[in-house]
């Protein structure tokens, strides 16, 4: 699949990359189908994926485990940790409000703490709606992908696709705003399919915009919905840049299923109306392993897709990234503050008259070898030895410290608000003692969390940060005054 795929997307990516429009410029080249909804629709099935055999893993003594309390607790007296972080002010009064026109809308972009799906979900419960409330307009082409969970009631993908986040390459940020990836695939056969109901198996969506990269090479897919029969479609070449997809059903639609028959495809995000009685627009972009570098290449020019009601103006846009630029040993502070200035600079130029929040990340832990020996004594038994000395417990700790302190400076600059995950964990050996916490807060590697950790830190979030049921009220509508020029919300 590389070789085939790369040398056709080597030529007209970096064509495009030279183009001096944006995607928000003008219209996209759009494909209109119209198709027939049927009643009655089975729950979609994946095809089983071939069986891979594995040698069971031998069991091993020393792998590494999380540190004893009392070791955790020496080396937090002894270290010289750096000033707690002040508390985020708490907004006096409503800090945002939805809209009269429509639900409130939330974009926010980040790592695999939200591809997850629990941080967020459990911000959709802080607002006291009914879980058909919370919808989203925008789902990222990261569907299948491990530790991806999308708001979708079930999705499926076969064949051989290449994931191809923006913050990886910077020829992967071309044209895929808001989502930041793609999937790209040129095998004949490759398919993909969305059950399109809500979770209670309602259809309730009748049309749904697929966005793509164009080219000047012919694309055939073969479309199926609501399992009638399937038609051919050709997308047809034009010069390169994004390009829609539109189906529009003469009702609610069920199921969609799509199948390369012929040609590289790059496609970067699903993007559906609301339905009826939306309280509150989520948008949740994010992705395993991804950085807020994602943004940096994007460029400030960037412009998102949009459909027939208009660019998605979101009300609240946050950021909630960190974790993986701590992952860089050793962490160069300079340089990620260029980046994430960079960063937050394109974001915010793409969405500059919503309220803006940038996310630090929580508190991490290393874990510590322990091999087994025999007690001298007896000859039986294992006995635990204690970790090597100079094994630094918080050194992760340090690097999130810095990483939340630049992530607020460059807030302050912006306008936004600023929250820490590594405050609401309690500061320096957060990870430690939520690990030890009955249940469990945080994951065993010490970097993630579990799903109570996850609405744990959603729920302090609601608290800090005034996220609040009497957002979903419409404001009052008001004559803007003449003489002032857009406000940002902070």
């Known amino acids: 699949m590389k070789s085939k795929l790369w040398p056709w997307m080597g030529l007209w990516l970096g064509a495009w990359?030279?183009?001096?429009?944006?995607?928000g410029a003008q219209p996209l080249p759009t494909l209109r189908v119209a198709v027939q909804a049927r009643a009655q629709v089975p729950d979609l099935v994946c095809a089983a994926a071939p069986e891979r055999r594995r040698a069971p893993a031998p069991a091993n003594a020393d792998a590494p485990v999380p540190p004893d309390e009392a070791e955790v607790l020496a080396q937090l007296q002894q270290a010289q940790t750096p000033d707690a972080l002040p508390l985020p002010e708490r907004p006096t009064g409503r800090w945002l409000q939805a809209r009269e026109a429509g639900p409130l809308r939330v974009g926010i972009w980040g790592d695999s703490h939200l591809a997850a799906g629990f941080f967020t979900a459990e911000l959709g419960r802080q607002l006291q709606t009914d879980a058909d409330q919370v919808q989203p307009r925008w789902l990222?082409?990261?569907?299948?992908?491990?530790?991806?969970?999308?708001?979708?009631?079930?999705?499926?993908?076969?064949?051989?696709?290449?994931?191809?986040?923006?913050h990886a390459d910077p020829r992967w940020a071309v044209g895929v705003v808001p989502s930041l990836v793609s999937m790209s695939s040129a095998e004949p056969g490759a398919a993909l399919a969305w059950d399109l109901r809500l979770p209670?198996?309602?259809?309730?969506?009748?049309?749904l915009r697929l966005?793509?990269?164009?080219?000047?090479?012919?694309?055939?897919?073969?479309?199926?919905?609501?399992?009638?029969?399937?038609?051919?479609?050709?997308?047809?070449?034009?010069?390169?840049?994004?390009?829609?997809?539109?189906?529009?059903?003469?009702?609610?639609?069920?199921?969609?299923?799509?199948?390369?028959?012929?040609?590289?495809?790059?496609?970067?995000?699903?993007?559906?109306?609301?339905?009826?009685?939306?309280?509150?627009q989520l948008d949740v972009f994010g992705y395993p392993g991804a950085t807020v570098a994602g943004w940096k290449h994007v460029g400030p020019l960037a412009s998102a897709p949009h459909g027939p009601d208009g660019p998605d103006e979101y009300d609240l846009v946050a950021l909630a990234f960190g974790t993986n630029e701590g992952n860089v040993q050793p962490f160069d502070a300079a340089a990620y503050a260029q980046t994430l200035?960079?960063?937050?600079?394109?974001?915010?130029?793409?969405?500059?008259?919503?309220?803006?929040?940038?996310?630090?990340?929580?508190?991490?832990?290393?874990?510590?070898?322990?091999?087994?020996?025999k007690s001298r004594k007896s000859g039986r038994g294992p006995k635990t030895q204690a970790p090597?000395?100079?094994?630094?417990?918080?050194?992760?700790?340090?690097?999130?410290?810095?990483?939340?302190?630049?992530?607020?400076?460059?807030?302050?600059?912006?306008?936004?608000?600023?929250?820490?995950?590594?405050q609401a964990m309690g500061g320096?050996?957060?990870?430690?003692?939520?690990?030890?916490?009955?249940?469990?807060?945080?994951?065993?590697?010490?970097?993630?969390?579990?799903?109570?950790?996850?609405?744990?830190l959603a729920r302090q979030l609601a608290t800090d940060m005034g996220w609040e049921p009497a957002?979903?009220?419409?404001s009052a509508p008001s004559a803007p005054s003449p003489s002032s020029a857009p406000v940002n919300r902070p």
């Open 200 to 207: 209670d198996g309602r259809a309730q969506r009748q049309q």
């Open 341 to 373: 200035r960079q960063a937050v600079t394109a974001w915010r130029a793409r969405y500059p008259q919503a309220a803006c929040l940038l996310i630090g990340p929580g508190d991490r832990g290393v874990l510590v070898k322990r091999p087994a020996r």
């Open 428 to 456: 320096a050996g957060g990870a430690y003692r939520w690990q030890a916490r009955q249940p469990a807060l945080m994951a065993r590697d010490l970097i993630h969390f579990t799903v109570p950790g996850y609405q744990q």
């Open 140 to 166: 990222p082409a990261s569907m299948g992908r491990a530790g991806v969970r999308l708001p979708l009631r079930k999705t499926c993908v076969r064949g051989a696709w290449r994931y191809e986040p923006a």
């Open 471 to 474: 957002m979903l009220v419409p």
């Open 388 to 422: 090597k000395r100079g094994v630094d417990l918080l050194q992760f700790t340090r690097v999130h410290t810095e990483i939340n302190r630049l992530q607020q400076a460059v807030a302050q600059e912006h306008g936004c608000r600023f929250w820490s995950m590594l």
């Open 17 to 23: 990359l030279c183009m001096p429009w944006t995607a």
């Open 211 to 280: 966005h793509y990269l164009q080219s000047d090479t012919p694309v055939q897919l073969a479309l199926r919905v609501d399992e009638g029969e399937a038609q051919t479609l050709t997308l047809p070449p034009g010069p390169a840049g994004p390009a829609v997809l539109e189906l529009q059903g003469d009702a609610p639609l069920s199921l969609i299923r799509l199948e390369l028959l012929q040609g590289p495809w790059r496609w970067s995000a699903l993007e559906m109306p609301l339905v009826p009685g939306t309280r509150l």
